[in-house]
C-alpha cells in the first residue's frame, strides 16, 4: 500500500493534469469529477485518501462494494460509485449502496436495481460499445435510444449520460474517435454528462466533454492480484 506521502504526491500530480486539460478545453475544473477508482485495494488506502479529501470512489465488484461500504460507513460524505458491470443477483449491493452507477447496459440489471433501489434515484451513466468490440460490454449505439426509453420508465433510476471503454491502446489519442463519438450521442438524447477517461486516457477525455473521469492506477499504483479462491 501507497504510504500517504506518495499518495499525496500521486494526487498534487492527478490533479495538475486535470487542471492542464480543463485549461487546454476552455473548461472549468468545477465541470469534471474526479472518481478515484480503488477496486483491490484496502480500505486503510480509502480512508488516507478521504483524509486527504478524496470523496469519490470507485469499485468494480458488487460484493467488494458491499464490504467496503460497510467497513468505511463513518465517513460522512464519502460517496461510491459502481463502475463495471453487474449481475442481476448482486444489484441489491449496488442498489444499496453506490450514489452513481457507470456501467448499465442490460434492461434485467435496471430492473434489479429499480426494485431494490430505496431513497434517492441511482444516477446512472448507459455503458455504450461504441467500436462494437465483441469482448467488451455496453449496448450498441443503434440501441441506446430505445433501452434509455426503457429504463426511464423505471423508477428509482436516474440515466444522466452516457460511458464507454475505449478499445485498448497505449496511445491516449486512440481514445479520442471514441470519447468523440459518445459525446455527439449523448448530445442527441439530450443527456449532459459523459464518464470516459481511466489513467491512460483521461486527459483526452476532459477534452471531449469527460464530467467523470476514473483513475485507479495514477492515484493509488499498481492494484495488487485479484483474490481467487484457493
Ligand atoms: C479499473 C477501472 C478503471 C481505472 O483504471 P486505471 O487504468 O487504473 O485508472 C476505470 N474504469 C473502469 C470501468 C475500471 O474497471
Redesign the pocket.
Known amino acids: 500500500m501507497l504510504t500517504r506521502q506518495q499518495l499525496e504526491v500521486n494526487l498534487a500530480a492527478v490533479e495538475g493534469r486535470v487542471l492542464a486539460a480543463c485549461a487546454r478545453a476552455g473548461r472549468s475544473r468545477s465541470d469534471v469529477q474526479l472518481v478515484a477508482?480503488s477496486?483491490r485495494h484496502p480500505p486503510e488506502l480509502i480512508s488516507l485518501a478521504f483524509e486527504l479529501g478524496l470523496r469519490h470512489f470507485?469499485e468494480?465488484y458488487a460484493q467488494e462494494l458491499r464490504d467496503k461500504h460497510q467497513a468505511l460507513s463513518t465517513l460522512a460524505g464519502l460517496r461510491w460509485h459502481a463502475?463495471?458491470p453487474v449481475q442481476p443477483k448482486n444489484a441489491k449491493y449496488v442498489a444499496k449502496a453506490a450514489h452513481v452507477f457507470?456501467?448499465l447496459d442490460r434492461l434485467e440489471v435496471a430492473e434489479a436495481l429499480s426494485r431494490r433501489r430505496t431513497g434517492a434515484a441511482l444516477t446512472c451513466f448507459i455503458e455504450v460499445n461504441v467500436a462494437g468490440e465483441a469482448s467488451k460490454a455496453g449496448v450498441s449505439p443503434a440501441e441506446v435510444a430505445p433501452f434509455f426509453e426503457q429504463v426511464k420508465a423505471l423508477p428509482g433510476l436516474e440515466v444522466v449520460g452516457l460511458?464507454t471503454?475505449p478499445p485498448f491502446s497505449d496511445d491516449p489519442d486512440a481514445a479520442r474517435p471514441a470519447f468523440r463519438a459518445l459525446a455527439t450521442l449523448a448530445k442527441s438524447l439530450g443527456l449532459s454528462q459523459l464518464s470516459m477517461g481511466?489513467?491512460?486516457d483521461?486527459e483526452v477525455g476532459i477534452e471531449e466533454g469527460a464530467t467523470h473521469v476514473?483513475?485507479?492506477?495514477?492515484?493509488?499504483g499498481e492494484?495488487p492480484p485479484p483474490v481467487t479462491a484457493p
Do not use: D
Request: net charge positive; aromatic share 10%; glycine share 18%.
Open positions: 477508482v477496486k470507485g468494480n463502475i463495471g457507470h456501467a460511458t471503454m481511466t489513467t491512460g483521461f476514473r483513475v485507479g492506477t495514477a492515484l493509488f492494484r
